[in-house]
């Protein structure tokens, strides 16, 4: 697995996704206030990190945790999800979850790695060969 630095984030192909959909996310946000994009940047990053990813079929938040992330709307209208809560059982079952967290990261990796399989494939085979 590589790694991208700091300086050099374009040596990691996910890293420079994640950064261009960010950046789209802050560009349709701000029209023409662009000095405001530090006030918009935590709710670009929220919606981005509680949204379903096709790459890993997960959210970020998810394979980072091990739950998925409460919105802050279902907080404020007291949804099913906050009205049921339990102390005790949350605690259990963020343990439950923390404990497959490992193995659904694993899946997670290898359903990425299909997808790149399967567009390399696809590439690979309308790919004309050249003879020099």
């Known amino acids: 697995m590589r790694f991208a630095s700091v300086e050099h984030p374009q040596t990691n192909g996910q890293a420079e996704s994640a950064n261009k959909v960010i950046l789209n996310g802050l560009r349709k946000n701000l029209d023409e206030a662009k000095g405001l994009w530090a006030e918009e940047l935590p709710d670009i990053l929220w919606a981005y990190n509680t949204t379903v990813q096709t790459s890993i079929g997960e959210t970020p938040y998810r394979l980072t945790y091990g739950t ?5 709307v279902e907080v404020e209208n007291q949804s099913r999800r906050v009205s049921r ?3 005790t059982e949350n605690g259990e079952n963020l343990i439950a979850n923390l404990m497959k967290l490992r193995e659904e990261q694993r899946e997670a990796h290898l359903r990425n ?4 399989g399967r567009i390399a494939q696809k590439y690979t085979t309308k790919v004309v060969p050249r003879t020099m």
């Open 85 to 87: 809560f339990n102390e």
């Open 113 to 116: 790695e299909a997808g790149k």
């Open 68 to 72: 998925y992330a409460m919105l802050p």
